[in-house]
């Protein structure tokens, strides 16, 4: 069975920074697909950004040039990197291992001056 514990967020102001880690248990992490969702009070969890075999990864429209997702292969470990940051980009965000459907508990990002 595979853990994810999300760390990292906070409270941010407009324009901040934060980045978020996901640590993850059990065996095959360089191999897996790895995504960021958020969700709000009221809304359905969307995707944030993945990271594919070969690192390839790919984002939503909203954070593209404003977010980075990657990888630690050594420390199991998957971030997302997120600058310039917003008030609608306030949420909670999910770490998620496609492979087993696997969620981790969130991590409130609150975006607010």
């Known amino acids: 069975q595979v853990q994810l514990v999300e760390s990292g967020g906070g409270l941010v102001q407009p324009g901040g920074s934060l980045r978020l880690s996901c640590a993850a248990s059990?065996?095959?992490?360089?191999?897996?697909?790895w995504a960021w969702y958020r969700q709000t009070p009221g809304k359905q969890r969307e995707l944030v950004a993945r990271?594919?075999?070969?690192?390839?990864?790919n984002y939503a429209d909203s954070v593209k040039g404003r977010f980075t997702i990657s990888r630690d292969n050594a420390k199991n470990t998957v971030f997302l990197q997120m600058y310039s940051l917003k008030p609608e980009d306030t949420a909670v965000y999910y770490c998620?291992?496609?492979?087993?459907?696997?969620w981790g508990q969130g991590t409130q990002v609150t975006v607010s001056s």
């Open positions: 998620h291992d496609a492979s087993t459907n696997s």
């Open positions: 059990g065996s095959g992490f360089s191999y897996k697909p």
């Open positions: 990271i594919l075999s070969g690192d390839i990864t």
